[in-house]
């Protein structure tokens, strides 16, 4: 029925999100840490990718999370002579991730989700129209 | 699945029983000979109606235990059990128009 198929592309549409959120999390969470041995690399930023993707059962096209990437940009440096992860000269190398665009990254996230959400809900109501109409 | 499509199709096929003209040409009385028309009597056809409902109730019951087992995505749940939910109500609507039709039958005045 064509109704749930566009449920279930929104399903996958949520589900895409949902994987999103999870690598903004893991950002937000290692927003602070540092390498473990001096001079070493911190976590690097992680950056989620979408792509369409045919399903054959459903002949539509739906949405998966592709590969997660890292984010090549520059580390943060800090000067912080006592700590464990300083360099020769006492820089710390902190992660490249900037919470500002975590954050805009999440409202992004949270907004396709409501879209997305938005879209069953409206499916929804059109199916219940349309048994309605027998019940009049 | 039990769609509003296949709803229209079910009062497709229970008008031609209903009509007498349609099975007229076979020679059958009216009505009665329903059972000998081409397509599947409306029973089977609700029968199999019913079966797909429970098919895919039973699909959301094995979705909502796997989430209370902690196994399933909570976006799975919500889809099969609104998936079931908009199946059930289909075809509960066709058993009632058809229960209805029914019962009109039953007050003609003979």
């Not at chain 1, 399903?11 to 893991?26: D, F, H, N, P, Y």
């Not at chain 2, 020679?27 to 429970?54: M, N, R, Y």
Request: net charge neutral.
């Amino acid at each position: 029925m064509d109704f749930l198929k566009s449920m279930q592309i929104a399903a996958s549409g949520l589900r895409a999100q949902t994987g999103r959120m999870q690598v903004i999390a893991e950002n937000v969470a290692n927003a602070d840490s540092t390498a473990q041995r001096p001079g070493g690399d911190p976590y690097r930023r992680k950056i989620p990718t979408f792509r369409s993707e045919v399903d054959r059962a459903l002949e539509a096209n739906t949405v998966t999370m592709g590969k997660v990437r890292q984010d090549p940009t520059d580390f943060r440096t800090k000067y912080e002579p006592g700590h464990p992860a300083a360099d020769q000269s006492g820089y710390v190398k902190y992660p490249n991730v900037n919470s500002v665009i975590e954050m805009n990254d999440m409202r992004e996230a949270q907004r396709s989700y409501e879209a997305n959400v938005n879209v069953i809900s409206a499916t929804r109501r059109m199916i219940q129209r349309t048994i309605d109409l027998l019940r009049a | 699945m039990v769609s509003p499509l296949s709803a229209a199709g079910a009062y497709a096929k229970l008008a031609r029983l209903a009509d007498p003209s349609a099975n007229m040409p076979k020679g059958g009385s009216g009505v009665g000979a329903g059972g000998d028309s081409a397509g599947p009597s409306f029973g089977a056809l609700v029968k199999d109606a019913i079966g797909s409902v429970i098919e895919s109730g039973k699909k959301s019951d094995a979705q909502s235990q796997a989430m209370a087992a902690g196994k399933a995505n909570i976006v799975d749940v919500a889809t099969a059990v609104t998936e079931t939910e908009v199946a059930i109500e289909a075809m509960v609507s066709v058993r009632d128009k058809v229960i209805a039709a029914y019962e009109e039958i039953m007050r003609m005045p003979i």
